[in-house]
C-alpha cells in the first residue's frame, strides 16, 4: 500500500539535495520526474522490472519511465500489474498529498515537468504546494507557474 507519508517525508528529506543511489538527470533534460519516481519508491511502490516497466538501478538500467514526463504518464496510466506506479488522472478536487503533478509550461505540444504535491491547503491552485527537482522546490505554491497546461495523477497503489 502506498504511504503517502513517506513519499512526502522523502521529498522533504532531498527536495535540495541529490541522492547518491541515483544519477542525477539535470544536465539530461532534466531531473524532475527521476525525483518524483524517487518520492513513490520511498512510499513503498515495488519497482516493476519489465522491458517497458517502471524501475531503476543505474544510469544505464533502468525503464523510461522512472524519469522522461510523458513515459512516467503513459506507463501509470496503463499499468494494470500490482507493482510499478498505477495512476489516473483527476481532477483538482480529487487530488491528495503523494499524488503527482505535471505541467506544460510552454505552447509545445509534451507536458514538460513533473512535481509531486506535498501540501494542500484548499482545493484552489493558490493552495496546493508541490516540491521537486530540476529547479529545485519545496513547497511552492502551484499558481506561482507559468502553467499553458497540466494533469493531475492520482496514484492508486
Known amino acids: 500500500m502506498y504511504s503517502r507519508k513517506d513519499a512526502i517525508e522523502y521529498a522533504k528529506e532531498w527536495w535540495n539535495g ?3 543511489v541515483y544519477h542525477n ?3 539530461l533534460g532534466g531531473d524532475c520526474t527521476n525525483f ?3 518520492c513513490l519508491f520511498a512510499g513503498v511502490i515495488p519497482m516493476n522490472v519489465k ?4 524501475f531503476y538501478y543505474s544510469l544505464n538500467y533502468r525503464a523510461p519511465s522512472w524519469t522522461g514526463v510523458d513515459e512516467f504518464f503513459s506507463f501509470a496510466i496503463t499499468n494494470k500489474d500490482y ?3 498505477r495512476a489516473k488522472i483527476c481532477d483538482l478536487y480529487q487530488i491528495e498529498i503523494g ?3 505535471q505541467l506544460k509550461l510552454t505552447d509545445e505540444r509534451e507536458f514538460h515537468h513533473s512535481l509531486i504535491i506535498t501540501k494542500i491547503d484548499s482545493f484552489d491552485f493558490s493552495d496546493i504546494f508541490v516540491t521537486g527537482h530540476s ?3 519545496y513547497n511552492r505554491r502551484l499558481s506561482s507557474y507559468s502553467i499553458k497546461d ?3 495523477l492520482k496514484i492508486l497503489n
Open 18 to 20: 541529490r541522492n547518491p
Open 25 to 27: 538527470f539535470d544536465d
Open 36 to 38: 518524483v519516481s524517487q
Open 51 to 54: 522491458q517497458y516497466g517502471w
Open 83 to 85: 507493482v510499478g506506479v
Open 99 to 101: 499524488d503527482v503533478v
Open 135 to 137: 529547479n529545485n522546490v
Open 150 to 152: 497540466f494533469r493531475f
